[in-house]
């Protein structure tokens, strides 16, 4: 059984229409990460969130943005998509106990396509 | 901070060899973790191995082995008896052991290394 799931699993939008990307867990862990994959290249954390704390990476665009309405659901808001944004997002969750960090858990990933 | 350096960009041996991948690490961190992941050409990030930075012993699973040396701050993979199967993108990546609330509680991935395995 899926334990993060993402959707859509593709999306295909226009240069500068908001798009946003959902990640929802059935684990119950405490963070959740974006990162951004673009052909080729490795993934790249964009945030987390440790509970309702939100962290930036400091050279995340200011189009992207992020919400996490409950421990179960975390949102990828890209306010005005350029077409470099073309790319695939990866969400990963973990348990973070004390200060000791778990392993993450992947999603299968949303394939985003701007045109 | 923390770098993870793939230097293989891509590999490509017939079935049936056994190909071994490298990766090597840039950490300040004294706890850490090690990690393998498969990527095949569907997308997904398919987790292999987690290795903490307390315990050097190398693993075996299947015809998947790891092997971790702190002096040399590697922490190599070798498939033994390549498939057809084993072919996608193959990541290393690093995080901290603790939380710290900042950037580098996320995995920082190398470059991958694409492994083709022909028939």
Same mark, same amino acid.
């Given at each position: 059984?899926?334990?993060?799931?993402?959707?859509?699993? %593709?999306?295909?939008?226009?240069?500068?229409?908001?798009?946003t990307?959902?990640?929802?867990?059935?684990?119950?862990?405490?963070?959740?990460?974006? %990162?951004?994959?673009?052909?080729?290249?490795?993934?790249?954390?964009?945030?987390? %969130?440790?509970?309702?704390?939100?962290?930036?990476?400091?050279d995340?665009?200011?189009?992207?943005?992020?919400?996490?309405?409950?421990?179960?659901?975390?949102?990828?808001?890209?306010?005005?998509?350029?077409l470099g944004?073309?790319?695939m997002?990866?969400?990963?969750?973990?348990?973070?106990?004390?200060?000791?960090?778990?392993?993450?858990?992947?999603?299968?990933?949303?394939?985003?396509?701007?045109? | !901070?923390?770098?993870?350096?793939?230097?293989?960009?891509?590999?490509?041996?017939?079935?049936?060899?056994d190909?071994?991948?490298?990766?090597?690490?840039?950490t300040?961190?004294?706890?850490?973790?090690?990690?393998?992941?498969?990527?095949?050409?569907?997308?997904?990030?398919?987790?292999?191995?987690r290795?903490?930075?307390?315990?050097?012993?190398?693993?075996?699973?299947?015809?998947?082995?790891?092997?971790?040396?702190?002096?040399?701050?590697?922490?190599?993979?070798t498939i033994? !008896?390549?498939?057809?199967?084993?072919?996608?993108?193959?990541?290393? !990546?690093?995080?901290? !052991?603790?939380?710290?609330?900042?950037?580098?509680?996320?995995?920082?991935?190398?470059?991958?290394?694409?492994?083709?395995?022909?028939?």
């Amino acid at each position: 059984d899926a334990m993060v799931i993402q959707n859509p699993r %593709y999306q295909v939008t226009q240069f500068g229409k908001p798009v946003t990307l959902s990640c929802s867990q059935t684990l119950n862990h405490n963070v959740m990460y974006w %990162y951004q994959q673009k052909s080729s290249q490795a993934p790249k954390l964009l945030f987390h %969130y440790y509970d309702k704390d939100f962290n930036n990476e400091a050279d995340t665009p200011d189009n992207f943005q992020s919400r996490r309405p409950n421990t179960s659901f975390c949102f990828l808001d890209i306010r005005s998509p350029g077409l470099g944004d073309t790319a695939m997002y990866l969400c990963a969750t973990s348990r973070v106990t004390g200060t000791f960090n778990q392993p993450q858990h992947f999603g299968d990933g949303t394939r985003l396509s701007i045109l | !901070a923390q770098k993870v350096t793939q230097a293989q960009t891509e590999i490509s041996v017939v079935e049936k060899e056994d190909v071994t991948l490298d990766c090597v690490y840039e950490t300040r961190d004294t706890t850490y973790y090690l990690f393998w992941y498969k990527q095949p050409p569907s997308g997904e990030l398919v987790f292999l191995i987690r290795r903490n930075s307390f315990d050097e012993q190398n693993e075996i699973s299947g015809r998947y082995s790891w092997n971790f040396q702190k002096s040399t701050s590697s922490f190599n993979f070798t498939i033994t !008896a390549s498939q057809v199967v084993d072919s996608a993108v193959y990541f290393c !990546a690093l995080s901290e !052991a603790n939380y710290s609330g900042g950037g580098a509680d996320g995995l920082t991935f190398g470059k991958g290394t694409h492994l083709i395995i022909q028939p």
